[in-house]
């Protein structure tokens, strides 16, 4: 029933008060798919580098591909997909183009996170 690592009931026994009030907190599948989607943007560790780099600064492609020894074509591809996830966003001064994180909710998935893995 369950895997040996994990800690089971001895025998199944639902408790439908519990379920119950579950079911009804629960958010839509369409929530979870994104918010999961969401999560897997953060499963790259190079886009996680460039985030915390973006955490302390707002910098151009050319500087965040010096500060973590990328291509500007690597970077580009990356700042894509961060940028589709709605957790960067960009503006144009001149020629340059400079990235910063999109809120401060991006600034707390961070912090959490990084809180998380070094309690």
């Not at 029933?1 to 079911?23: G, P, Y």
């Not at 996830?85 to 400079?98: H, M, P, Q, Y």
């Amino acid at each position: 029933m369950c895997a040996k690592e994990i800690d089971c009931c001895d025998e199944r026994q639902t408790h439908e008060n519990l379920l119950a009030s579950v079911r009804e907190k629960l958010p839509p599948e369409e929530h979870l798919y994104d918010l999961a989607e969401l999560f897997k943007v953060f499963g790259d560790s190079t886009r996680v580098r460039i985030l915390y780099v973006l955490l302390e600064e707002e910098v151009c492609v050319c500087d965040l591909s010096d500060a973590l020894a990328m291509t500007p074509s690597a970077v580009s591809h990356q700042l894509k997909i961060l940028s589709r996830a709605k957790l960067i966003r960009s503006r144009r001064e001149g020629k340059s183009v400079f990235y910063s994180l999109a809120d401060d909710h991006v600034r707390t998935m961070l912090a959490q996170g990084m809180e998380h893995i070094t309690e």
